[in-house]
């Protein structure tokens, strides 16, 4: 992937013309769009065991916050499953100038660089222990419409975090949106930055009820919901 960097630290992809996070605050973002939408980490408490399902790996700022949030909130020896489907790994290298804006989640983003390959193969896999509780991570590499394809699991939340819709319109696809919504659990639930119309028709048409929420910093809108009726909340 080739990158550009802005004030030093924020990564922006040439090829998609487009930032790997927002500009205000990638991880308040994460927060708000992400986890918020998905009304995480309280759901977090209520079992052993929740997988995560991610459109778009890019630097692991998503999933070192998810990770954070599942070590204080998770029952004792709980097992995180993160699923990240991702077209273009980084470089450790890259990946490491873009978390070093969070020198809080240093700690993380040094053990997920110490496992992380030097060459990233068509999967990679990494396990961490962190305050009793378990985190799966599988980062598959290719078009996520391919290697999802392939995969069997059952998510209870998606993170949708392709790049914006109109630069990157094969993560959004109303094909990739029906798989999404075939590894999803019944009342499993998604969001996402985007409002776009096409986007949420996309993911309604695959079965999702989709509800428009306040957006991250000054945007007016993001799109988060669960598959299943209106009815069937997680
Ligand atoms: C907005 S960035 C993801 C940011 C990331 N969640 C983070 O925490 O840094 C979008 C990512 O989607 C990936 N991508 C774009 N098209 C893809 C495709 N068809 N299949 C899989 N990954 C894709 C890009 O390489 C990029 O890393």
Redesign the pocket.
Known sequence: ?KLSWHEGDM?Y?E??G????SRAD?RDE?RHV?LGGNGLPGRFATGPHFVIG????????????TWSAWETTAPDAAVLEFH???????KRSDMMR?LSAWPDLDEKSSRLAAAWPDQPAAGISMDFQSTGRSIRLRVHA??????LETLRFRADAW?L????PSR?P??WSAE?MRLVASRTREGGTFATYSAAGWVRRNLQAAGFTVEKRQGHAGKRDMSAGHLGAPSLQP
Not at 18 to 21: A, G, K, L, Q
Not at 54 to 65: I, K, P, Q, S
Not at 84 to 90: A, M
């Open positions: 992937m990564p992809s090829e998609f487009d930032f790997y996070y990638g994460c992400f991610e459109l778009g790996f890019g630097t692991g700022l998503n999933f070192l916050e990240s489907f991702e077209l273009r790994p980084l873009a290719g078009l996520a419409l391919d290697t993170y975090d392709g790049f914006s990157n094969d993560m990739l």
